[in-house]
């Protein structure tokens, strides 16, 4: 009697298991396609240092993805103005103020 408890028992265990392996796996998977996502959207450091010289970047996900993020816009290519345009957000959408190539750092 007990042999068949223990049985069910084991059959129910591995049930969830398996359930819990495949939740696991599209998570995993949601989050390298977030990464790839994230990848393409950001702008690659070489284009940076092409507007800002003197700059870098310190971009350090806490795990694979961050809620961070930055980009850069030629002034020249948006509107009639000279410069370049620096952007950077925190995970809830706040924005700093705008940096320009000519020293300044917003934070």
């Known amino acids: 009697m007990a042999t068949v408890e ?3 028992q084991k059959a129910e265990v591995e049930k969830q298991k ?3 392996e495949g939740a696991h796996k599209e998570i995993i998977d949601s989050i390298a396609y977030a990464k790839r996502i994230q990848t393409a959207i950001l ?8 507007y800002l010289k ?5 971009y350090k996900p806490k795990d694979v993805v961050a809620g961070d993020f930055y980009w850069l816009e030629s002034f020249a290519k948006a509107t009639d103005s000279e410069g370049d345009f620096a ?3 925190d995970s809830k959408g706040n924005f700093d103020k705008a940096s320009q190539a000519n020293g300044t750092t917003g934070h």
């Open 43 to 50: 702008p690659p450091p070489g284009v940076v240092k092409e």
């Open 54 to 58: 003197e700059s870098f970047i310190l």
């Open 18 to 20: 398996e359930e819990i």
């Open 6 to 8: 223990i049985r069910e």
């Open 87 to 89: 952007k950077a957000s």
